[in-house]
T-cell receptor, first 113, second 112 residues
Framework: DAGVIQSPRHEVTEMGQEVTLRCKPI?????LFWYRQTMMRGLELLIY????????DSGMPEDRFSAKMPNASFSTLKIQPSEPRDSAVYFC???????????FGNGTRLTVT | GENVEQHPSTLSVQEGDSAVIKCTYS??????FPWYKQELGKGPQLIID?????GEKKDQRIAVTLNKTAKHFSLHITETQPEDSAVYFC???????????FGSGTQLTVLP
């Protein structure tokens, strides 16, 4: 298995632009988690899905952030409009079994100028 | 919600020495405690985990201990090597929830 695959690896955009981050979880299980990592706040859970349904989105910072999981093999995290304070590394994670630990992708480093 | 505290934030050891990283958690319902290693430019990678029905678990040079009464758990790395240098995160999962709450991380540097 290729593990969790995220794209792009790096994204640089200007303030006000829309940003879409993509994730392909490990096949065979429908749970998916989006985390954000910054120096100041560490690793924070933004949202997680189970069976393609958002279960807990209390970590989503504000309405500018939205996430979807249209099917078991794909999820997106969208920021519109983006702001400099959104600059961070965004990770996607999924388990490889019902009671398995989370496996993380290599992240998308977002820079908003 | 769960709160996980991790110490120290930085740790330097000589190659061959042991390293210990400690975490505490707040929610007594937490029942699963993984440890992740993060290298530069990569996502966190699971290195060992422990469930609340076990007090200690070992995998080669890495061991984890759990004290449920005190709500402490620790990572022990023996015979450290330069490739052990990375940021280490502890985490806790509360009850039936699936989401991890992470500690703030420990930057471990193994000096050759």
């Amino acid at each position: 298995d290729a593990g969790v695959i995220q794209s792009p690896r790096h994204e640089v955009t200007e303030m006000g632009q829309e940003v879409t981050l993509r994730c392909k979880p490990i096949s065979g299980h429908n749970s998916l988690f989006w985390y954000r990592q910054t120096m100041m706040r560490g690793l924070e859970l933004l949202i997680y899905f189970n069976n393609n349904v958002p279960i807990d989105d209390s970590g989503m910072p504000e309405d500018r952030f939205s996430a979807k999981m249209p099917n078991a093999s794909f999820s997106t995290l969208k920021i519109q409009p983006s702001e400099p304070r959104d600059s961070a590394v965004y990770f996607c994670a999924s388990p490889d079994g019902e009671h398995s630990p989370l496996h993380f992708g290599n992240g998308t480093r977002l820079t908003v100028t | 919600g769960e709160n996980v505290e991790q110490h120290p934030s930085t740790l330097s050891v000589q190659e061959g020495d042991s390293a210990v990283i400690k975490c505490t958690y707040s929610d007594s319902a937490s029942n699963y405690f993984p440890w992740y290693k993060q290298e530069l430019g990569k996502g966190p990678q699971l290195i060992i985990d422990i469930r609340s029905n076990v007090g200690e678990k070992k995998d080669q040079r890495i061991a984890v201990t759990l004290n449920k009464t005190a709500k402490h758990f620790s990572l022990h790395i023996t015979e450290t090597q330069p490739e052990d240098s990375a940021v280490y995160f502890c985490a806790a999962v509360s009850g039936s929830a699936r989401q991890l709450t992470f500690g703030s991380g420990t930057q471990l540097t193994v000096l050759p």
